[in-house]
């Protein structure tokens, strides 16, 4: 069955550092996997998704992940963080029946 | 182009109540798919409806159902509101129904309060 873990729950980073969110995945087939951003009392938004190719992918907000068949891993990085890229970030496989990582959350320090 | 809408944003209910969800995709959107959201439990899957049919159903009792209309909005039904159905329900909408290309775009939610 397929599943996703997020092994940090909190992540706590200072303005301006670089930042790498883990997701590692169970998947039967070539996986569809997506991160999603989600702002406090707000539905989540795409940051990007992978479906084949190049396993390098570019996102919005100056977010990138890089797929690693090996390692069964898509983390989500960023060379710089900004204040308000504090928020709750999900990584998500499937296309038929989403399965979602539990999140992690981000904190930005001044 | 109008992202994913949800209504209501907010509702509270209580025990035994029964309440109605609704769901405008995004123009052009066929499937649609409903998710709850609990600090407990996390993002689960409830079903999926594309073209007027449920496709996909995820792991939750009878009482949560849904249907589609052919402009593509949906509803989800909660029938015998129980305190635990307390949760932040999301839709997705996507253009395609399966495969690759399938990309959910979510709306904001609708926070249901049951007491």
């Known amino acids: 069955a397929q599943s996703v873990t997020q092994p940090d729950i909190h992540i706590t980073v200072s303005e301006g550092a670089s930042l790498e969110l883990r997701c590692n995945y169970s998947?039967?087939?070539?996986?569809?996997l997506f991160w999603y951003v989600q702002s406090p009392g707000q539905g989540l938004q795409l940051l990007l998704k992978?479906?084949?190719?190049?396993?390098l992918v570019q996102g919005i907000k100056g977010f990138e992940a890089e797929f690693k068949r090996s390692q069964s891993s898509f983390n989500l990085r960023k060379p710089s963080v900004h204040w308000s890229d504090a928020a709750e970030y999900f990584c998500a496989v499937g296309s038929n029946d989403m399965r979602f990582g539990a999140g992690t959350r981000l904190t930005v320090k001044p | 182009k109008a992202g994913v809408t949800q209504t209501p944003r907010y509702l509270i209910k209580t025990r035994g109540q029964q309440v109605t969800l609704s769901c405008s995709p995004i123009?052009?959107?066929?499937?649609v798919s409903w998710y709850q959201q609990t600090p407990g439990q996390g993002l689960q899957f409830l079903f999926e409806y594309f073209s007027e049919t449920q496709r996909n159903k995820g792991n939750f009792p009878g009482r949560f159902s849904g249907r589609q209309f052919s402009n593509s909005r949906s509803e989800m039904n909660v029938s015998t509101l129980e305190l635990g159905d307390s949760a932040l329900y999301l839709c997705?909408?996507?253009?395609?129904?399966?495969?690759?290309?399938?990309?959910?775009?979510f709306g904001p939610g609708t926070r249901l309060l049951v007491l």
């Open positions: 992978y479906f084949s190719g190049d396993t």
């Open positions: 997705a909408s996507s253009l395609v129904g399966t495969g690759i290309g399938k990309t959910q775009y």
């Open positions: 123009s052009g959107h066929r499937s």
């Open positions: 998947y039967g087939a070539t996986p569809y």
